[in-house]
């Protein structure tokens, strides 16, 4: 396996060998590790001491369903802390099939001038890049893919990478025409353009097929966890992930009173029902779009969309719960098409839907449009690919936004913004929020679908849940592998160690891939705590513990003691 080292200040690339101490590390932890050892933590985010930092999982390019995704790693310009974002698409299939450990991006040019990267299975070189600049990611993709062909994976910025805002993500491609896979949380993108580095290009044609230390008991295992997939009722093929994508729990949150509605000022919205899964997938099939495609080649849960206009002209490449929430309900939005709109601008400026969501509720609780308001709501929103003032504070993120608008209520948990789930009615989320390095981030350990073995609006049992997902996260994260496999490696975990052992050999038991998990968290608390992140600093709002959130008056009252006890033991 091999580090690609781009050195962005003499334009130039360099080969190694992966060292031994990165050997068993893949995904997430091999990001957080590298920043960890050579990312100065007090940098700044936007300085020529960052790193980013691409990593496939350690089951990348196996052919192991789900398990393509990419990790990317930098300190974050929000948190001022560790940062990794992950991505579907095809980045982290190519990368591993290419034997590709990590691309190490580091130093920042003389001048201003872009570049693109092209990586092939035998060369890598820097390429002028200035004429591209103000493209946005779907124009940026297409003419890479029609100039080094449809094989290659593009993953670039857009006009928000480019203009360093904090709201902005990493976008990759995917299968066919996908344009949207984003590497979205904690402003990347901007790291990403503040080196000069406006696209990769990963050509993986000539790569080589991939050796495995025990064949047989690999593909035993790819078969047990690709069949566990499909008899699982929540994430097969009659199941509502597949049927509704991540939109399937719209309903649920809206129901349990944590849909983010108006700038999180109450817990449900009146015009959810417009929102739902289930009428996203009625409106889609009525006009011709698909539902259950993938993202990644040989998923088996497919659960991406194309959501359409009424003449069947695609609008956005896949409308997710997360962008629902933030984007709709949370703008007081009740309209699918107005939402896809939004998410469409989004993607090709490369925003978080997320963090801009967040930013742009908060932007109209300071009066500078009306929610519900979609005309006024897009007018502020298409400011950042037009580089106005406006924009670029809306594309700052949420808490950039609250500060120059003087707007208190903020949702925003270690400086990110937080996810479509009201930490008050979601306690579980709302300890992940506070206590994750990484910052509010749901998919860090998302408690949603603990709901009925932990009370989600009492006290008790939310410290050791979230702390037990934090640990499954990281280790999902690190292998490569989807969210929604969870189910499977969690209830028999010898799937998990059968395909590493069956690609690897190294003989890991159960104790070794727990210590490997709980090794990630430590890694970056570490790297947190070196760039001067304290346990103050670990919480949520002031006005969140104190303003009841409708329909169940439910603050956020874990204690303090709870939230530091967390990672006791880790």
């Not at 603990?450 to 292998?479: F, H, N, W, Y």
């Not at 990630?520 to 002031?542: C, H, K, M, Q, W």
């Amino acid at each position: 396996m091999r580090i690609l080292r781009v050195d962005m200040t003499r334009l130039g690339v360099q080969w190694e060998p992966a060292p031994d101490l990165y050997s068993r590390l893949g995904g997430r932890a091999l990001t957080s590790r590298l920043l960890l050892e050579e990312c100065p933590p007090g940098c700044d985010p936007l300085g020529p001491h960052n790193r980013l930092i691409f990593a496939p999982g350690l089951l990348g390019g196996a052919s192991v369903t789900t398990a393509g995704r990419l990790s990317v790693g930098a300190k974050s310009p929000l948190t001022g802390g560790v940062k990794e974002a992950n991505a579907g698409g095809t980045a982290g299939d190519a990368l591993g099939r290419l034997g590709i450990k990590a691309i190490v991006i580091q130093g920042q040019p003389a001048s201003r001038g872009l570049q693109i990267l092209h990586v092939t299975q035998d060369r890598a070189e820097l390429l002028p890049a200035e004429a591209w600049r103000g493209l946005g990611t779907c124009a940026t993709a297409d003419r890479l893919q029609a100039q080094y062909g449809r094989q290659c994976t593009v993953i670039c910025i857009g006009q928000a990478g480019e203009l360093l805002l904090g709201g902005a993500g990493i976008v990759c491609t995917g299968e066919g025409e996908q344009r949207s896979n984003c590497a979205a949380r904690g402003g990347l993108g901007a790291v990403m353009g503040s080196q000069g580095l406006k696209a990769l290009v990963i050509d993986p044609t000539d790569s080589q097929p991939a050796r495995f230390a025990d064949p047989q008991n690999f593909r035993a295992a790819v078969r047990r966890f690709a069949q566990a997939l499909l008899d699982d009722p929540k994430v097969g093929p009659k199941g509502g992930t597949h049927r509704y994508g991540t939109a399937a729990i719209t309903a649920a949150v809206d129901e349990m009173g944590s849909l983010p509605t108006r700038n999180f000022g109450t817990g449900s919205f009146e015009g959810a029902a417009n929102l739902y899964g289930e009428r996203m997938r009625e409106v889609i099939l009525a006009r011709g779009g698909r539902i259950g495609t993938r993202c990644m080649p040989g998923c088996v849960i497919a659960c991406r969309n194309q959501y359409v206009d009424e003449s069947g002209d695609p609008i956005v490449g896949t409308l997710q719960y997360e962008t629902i929430a933030l984007l709709g309900a949370n703008l007081g939005l009740a309209d699918l098409d107005a939402v896809a709109r939004l998410n469409a601008l989004c993607n090709d400026f490369g925003l978080d839907t997320i963090e801009t969501g967040a930013a742009l509720g908060v932007a109209i609780e300071a009066g500078l449009a009306q929610f519900g308001d979609f005309e006024g709501i897009a007018g502020l929103l298409r400011q950042v690919g037009q580089g106005t003032v406006v924009g670029r504070l809306i594309g700052s993120g949420a808490v950039a936004a609250g500060r120059v608008l003087g707007v208190r209520r903020v949702p925003a948990s270690l400086g990110q913004a937080m996810p479509g789930y009201d930490p008050r009615s979601l306690k579980g989320n709302g300890v992940t929020y506070a206590t994750s390095p990484m910052g509010a981030d749901h998919t860090a350990g998302n408690a949603f679908g603990a709901r009925k073995e932990v009370d989600p609006l009492g006290i008790k049992g939310q410290k050791e849940l979230s702390s037990r997902l934090q640990i499954v996260a990281a280790m999902l994260d690190s292998t490569g592998l989807c969210l929604f496999a969870r189910p499977p490696v969690i209830s028999d975990p010898q799937l998990m160690l059968d395909m590493i052992n069956g690609i690897y050999g190294w003989g890991w038991t159960t104790e070794d891939l727990d210590r490997f998990s709980r090794n990630v968290l430590r890694s970056e608390l570490e790297f947190n705590r070196r760039a001067g992140i304290t346990a103050a600093d670990y919480r949520i709002p002031e006005y969140m513990r104190e303003e009841p959130l409708a329909p169940h008056g439910a603050t956020f009252d874990v204690p303090d003691s709870d939230l530091d006890a967390v990672f006791e033991g880790l």
